[in-house]
């Protein structure tokens, strides 16, 4: 099992910043993607920024540009920095690890995009 544990989300204003990290722990074998989805309400929960285990980076194209995914691997810790955010990023942000046969989900975190 692995165990993913969301932080940093929260109430920003249009053009501003956050950091959403996610801290894994349990049996973390042959993982071969992290990253993080969001879900908006009403609507289907959607891929943000994905990282393989090699290190390759993919993008929705609504967040290229301004958010950037990156990882240590010493602390088993996937970050999403969210930058020039704007209403539309509003959703709840979930981290997704993928192991050769199983995905793993966090609990979700709040970002709230308002003036």
């Known amino acids: 099992q692995v165990q993913l544990v969301e932080s940093g989300g929260g109430l920003v204003q249009p053009g501003g910043s956050l950091r959403l990290s996610c801290a894994a722990s349990g049996m973390l074998f042959s993982i071969t993607t992290m990253g993080w989805y969001r879900q908006a309400p009403g609507k289907q929960r959607e891929p943000v920024a994905l990282i393989s285990s090699g290190g390759s980076t993919n993008y929705a194209n609504s967040v290229k540009g301004r958010f950037a995914i990156s990882r240590d691997n010493a602390k088993n810790t996937v970050y999403l920095q969210m930058n020039n955010l704007k209403p539309e990023d509003t959703a709840v942000y979930f981290c997704?690890?993928?192991?050769?046969?199983?995905?793993?989900w966090g609990q979700g975190t709040q970002v709230t995009v308002s003036s």
């Open positions: 997704m690890w993928r192991s050769l046969s199983n995905v793993y």
